[in-house]
């Protein structure tokens, strides 16, 4: 079983705002499996750190109100060929591209709506199963 994972769950400084959001849940279920770790954002060539997006009518936006939609979908087609077929996915939740459940709405008020990240609903569509970092932490409780 090959598992894609976000980059940041596993320490990486690569999210928007020059951080991580590891995860000790995630890194202690990944110990003894094969997993690819991703960042569709570096792979769309977006420098760190980097103005937050937001999903807006279906298109990627950023806090300035810049059309970024064909620069992060290039970077979800870069990292969906990198990391070739993989059985399952483990994304950060929240994130406009690799969200799983929820999403921030657009507006950068910090509210969250029920929706996929671009990413996570291109796996969607390939039918892999996906799991966000609160799933992790409580199906397995980091064991």
């Known amino acids: 079983m090959k598992i894609m994972v976000s980059a940041c769950l596993l320490g990486r400084k690569c999210k928007y705002s020059g951080g991580d959001n590891r995860n000790e849940a995630v890194i202690s279920f ?3 499996k094969d997993y690819v770790p991703v960042c569709p954002e570096v792979e769309a060539g977006m420098p760190i ?6 999903i807006r009518k279906g298109r990627v936006i950023s806090i300035e109100g810049k059309d970024l939609d064909e620069i ?3 970077g979800v087609r870069r990292t969906l060929e990198k990391a070739g077929p993989v059985d399952m996915a483990i994304l ?3 994130s406009p591209t690799c969200g799983v459940h929820m999403i921030y709405d657009g507006t950068f008020s910090g509210k969250k709506i029920p929706g996929k990240g671009i990413l996570a609903a291109a796996l969607h569509e390939k039918g892999i199963p996906l799991y966000d970092e609160k799933d992790i932490e409580r199906k397995y409780g980091g064991k």
Request: hydrophobic fraction near 15%; charged fraction near 40%; avoid cysteine.
């Open 49 to 54: 750190p980097r103005p937050p997006v937001e």
């Open 72 to 74: 992060y979908r290039q």
């Open 92 to 94: 950060k939740g929240g």
């Open 30 to 32: 990944l110990k003894d």
